[in-house]
Antibody, heavy 121, light 107 residues
Framework: QITLKESGPTVVKPTQTLTLTCRFS??????????VGWIRQPPGKALEWLAL???????LYRQSLKSRLTITKDASTNQVVLTMTNMDPVDTATYYC?????????????WGQGTLVTVSS | DIQMTQSPSTLSASVGDRVTITCRAS??????LAWYQQKPGKAPKLLIF???TLQSGVPSRFRGSGSGTEFTLTISSLQPDDFATYYC?????????FGQGTKVDVK
């Protein structure tokens, strides 16, 4: 059974750095072809793709946020961490992590429940 | 970055209707396109990947087609469980992107 769960602060102040952790089970990031990505959704708005890390440590980032995002993995503990610097109220959103199977062309087939992050002073 | 444009933004339909949603890419993405369904307060659910491959467990009334820059999601006979918001996503390039969504509501 594949599960993913996001965790992190529910509130951050403007200019602070957000650190989110995705803990997963039922698959391994050591397996060829597997990746874990992050997607966010501001309240009442559309999904926004943020970043992806692959089994071979290849990383992709949303171009408009590339300078603020860092994605890392720890395959031994089944965790992926996303950091976003210089948070702003417009970054208020539900943040999701999701599994991908890249060579097979399968994007986000399993998702976490999401975690709401509010940016407010 | 490749931009994804969905139409319409909102679609009002009745149970049993045939529903079509369009997604256009600002440049060719071959067939690297997925469709998701999202219900309020829930994570999105993958319906179709590689433009036309049905994800396991998804009903066959969902059909994806297209390649290059123009894609469609068709629901052959809308069911009560299908009222939701649908998103397309391109995953062709180094920076992936979603469309702005299409809400399917009750007519």
């Amino acid at each position: 059974q594949i599960t993913l769960k996001e965790s992190g602060p529910t509130v951050v102040k403007p200019t602070q750095t957000l650190t989110l952790t995705c803990r997963f089970s039922g698959f391994s990031l050591d397996t060829t072809g597997v990746g874990v990505g992050w997607i966010r959704q501001p309240p009442g708005k559309a999904l926004e793709w943020l970043a992806l890390i692959s089994w071979n440590n290849n990383k992709l980032y949303r171009q408009s946020l590339k300078s603020r995002l860092t994605i890392t993995k720890d395959a031994s503990t089944n965790q992926v961490v996303l950091t976003m610097t210089n948070m702003d109220p417009v970054d208020t959103a539900t943040y999701y992590c999701a599994r991908h199977v890249i060579p097979a062309g399968v994007p986000a087939d399993y998702w976490g429940q999401g975690t709401l992050v509010t940016v407010s002073s | 970055d490749i931009q994804m444009t969905q139409s319409p933004s909102t679609l009002s339909a009745s149970v049993g209707d045939r529903v079509t949603i369009t997604c256009r890419a600002s440049q060719s993405i071959s067939n690297w396109l997925a469709w998701y369904q999202q219900k309020p307060g829930k994570a999105p659910k993958l319906l179709i990947f590689k433009a036309s491959t049905l994800q396991s467990g998804v009903p066959s009334r969902f059909r994806g087609s297209g390649s290059g820059t123009e894609f469609t999601l068709t629901i052959s006979s809308l069911q009560p469980d299908d009222f939701a918001t649908y998103y397309c996503q391109q995953y062709n390039t180094y920076s992936w992107a979603f469309g702005q969504g299409t809400k399917v509501d009750v007519k």
